[in-house]
């Protein structure tokens, strides 16, 4: 269970042409994703509704082709996008905070917990900003109780916080199963058993305005840590001897994830192994240093959420939910990473 994520590598380890195709691949993907659906476009016609939407009373776009790139799927893209760079920089944080590869938003229970406020808010209220509030007070709720009970003896050790994340986990898990069970069969139960399975079906410019704050603020302020973030991979002790604080950088970086992840949570359900696969891919790109880890897991993060989000509502005639795709994609390539790595570090 106590397998160290690596030691920060070279900042100029990466070869250039990765970061190229990491740059290059999102905007395609997102253009792609413009283009498919049950109603197709052109490229040539998404670049046209696009400009006259820049540019005002330059091309006549307006009807169909206005309405679906424009108020149907350009802000449910940004959504994906921004969701997905988020939880994928959440997981790359904490697997380097704590030292540990199997550690993530969804392990440590805080994503159990922020639905579980979500749920609450659906039932009770209903209205975006009571999500919004509901999911960020319990994912901060699940973050100190895992954190709380994970902490022996004035140390947190990673057996112990993955251990208190499953135990906290599963108490939301059955949270949400009571307030499903007691919720209105014919109003609050199905909206949410929809949401709890994850879509962006639902995405708006609203939503995706109500969200940008908190996710760009998390997102930013890890970003900020990433130096600290480097020394405390080399360890506690050699961390606390260069003169890291660290259960106060332990805090605040739970408390950044608690906040990126609540706000996903809100507009998006529950979207597992985002950031548990995709810092894993990030790390084989360009290293294990947090300042290039940290924006290679945004890029891929990004590009992976739009693309299963194409896939979900493009490859049947019925949306398929978001989490049951990334669970199919996620679960066998981080079996494969897992297995990689126990090879290559001599393990049977």
């Not at 100190?144 to 947190?156: E, P």
């Not at 809100?266 to 696969?277: C, F, N, R, S």
């Not at 993060?301 to 299963?308: D, K, N, P, R, Y």
Request: glycine residues 10%; hydrophobic residues 60%; charged residues 10%.
């Amino acid at each position: 269970m106590h397998a160290s994520v690596e030691r920060p590598a070279a900042a100029d380890g990466a070869p250039v042409w990765r970061w190229w195709a990491m740059a290059a691949a999102l905007p395609l993907l997102m253009l792609a994703a413009l283009c498919i659906g049950r109603y197709a476009l052109s490229p040539s016609r998404v670049f046209e509704v696009l400009l006259a939407a820049a540019l005002p009373g330059s091309i006549q776009a307006h009807g169909v082709d206005w309405r679906v790139v424009l108020q149907l799927r350009l802000p449910r893209i940004l959504l994906a996008a921004l969701v997905g760079a988020g939880l994928a920089v959440c997981g790359a944080a904490l697997q380097g905070c704590f030292r540990n590869p199997l550690v993530g938003p969804q392990v440590l229970g805080i994503s159990s917990g922020a639905a579980f406020g979500g749920c609450l808010a659906i039932v009770f209220f209903a209205s975006l900003p009571a999500i919004l509030i509901g999911s960020f007070v319990f994912g901060a709720l699940a973050t100190a109780l895992v954190y709380l009970l994970a902490r022996t003896q004035r140390r947190t050790t990673v057996l112990m916080l993955i251990l208190a994340g499953v135990v906290v986990g599963a108490w939301f898990a059955a949270l949400i199963s009571l307030v499903t069970y007691l919720a209105d069969p014919d109003d609050a139960m199905q909206a949410i058993v929809f949401w709890l399975m994850g879509s962006f079906a639902t995405a708006s410019w609203a939503k995706l305005g109500a969200v940008l704050l908190p996710i760009a603020l998390g997102v930013g302020l890890l970003h900020a840590l990433r130096f600290r973030l480097n020394v405390l991979s080399l360890g506690d002790e050699q961390a606390a001897a260069l003169g890291v604080a660290v259960e106060p950088l332990r805090w605040g970086v739970l408390a950044c994830v608690a906040l990126v992840v609540s706000a996903s949570v809100a507009v998006t359900g529950t979207v597992g192994w985002v950031g548990l696969v995709v810092p894993h891919v990030a790390r084989m790109l360009v290293g294990a240093d947090h300042r290039l880890l940290l924006p290679a897991s945004a890029l891929l993060g990004a590009g992976f959420t739009v693309l299963v989000d194409t896939l979900a509502r493009s490859a049947s005639g019925a949306e398929i939910p978001l989490g049951v795709i990334t669970a199919l994609v996620g679960a066998p390539v981080f079996g494969v990473l897992l297995r990689r790595r126990a090879v290559r570090e001599g393990v049977s």
